[in-house]
């Protein structure tokens, strides 16, 4: 969120297809193309036309999501090994 223009810059470069500022806007409301999971995943992306501004708050964590995120850490680090920079 910090640098959409960028990343997506990277992101289209990496994948061999031509970006387009059209990418960075969208018209609100569902779309077809987003599957039967829509309703769960995708409430904020609907009611949206753009990026917006990255978080500025963090979240606290209790104890059972603090395991959870240390769980979860070797499988991020793997992933975030591959991650895209802008």
């Known amino acids: 969120l910090a640098d959409p223009a960028g990343l ?3 992101l289209c470069d990496a994948v061999g297809i031509e970006y ?3 990418m960075l806007r969208w018209p609100k409301g569902p779309k077809p ?3 039967v999971w829509a309703k ?3 409430r904020s992306a ?3 036309t753009g990026f917006g501004s990255p978080p500025t708050t963090t979240v606290a964590l209790d ?3 603090r395991q959870l995120v240390a ?6 680090e793997q992933l975030l090994a591959h991650h895209l920079d802008a």
């Open 33 to 35: 193309e987003d599957g």
């Open 63 to 65: 104890d059972h999501q």
């Open 46 to 48: 609907h009611r949206s």
């Open 71 to 76: 769980a979860c850490r070797p499988l991020y």
């Open 40 to 42: 769960h995943w995708y």
């Open 20 to 22: 387009d500022d059209a």
């Open 8 to 10: 997506l810059h990277v």
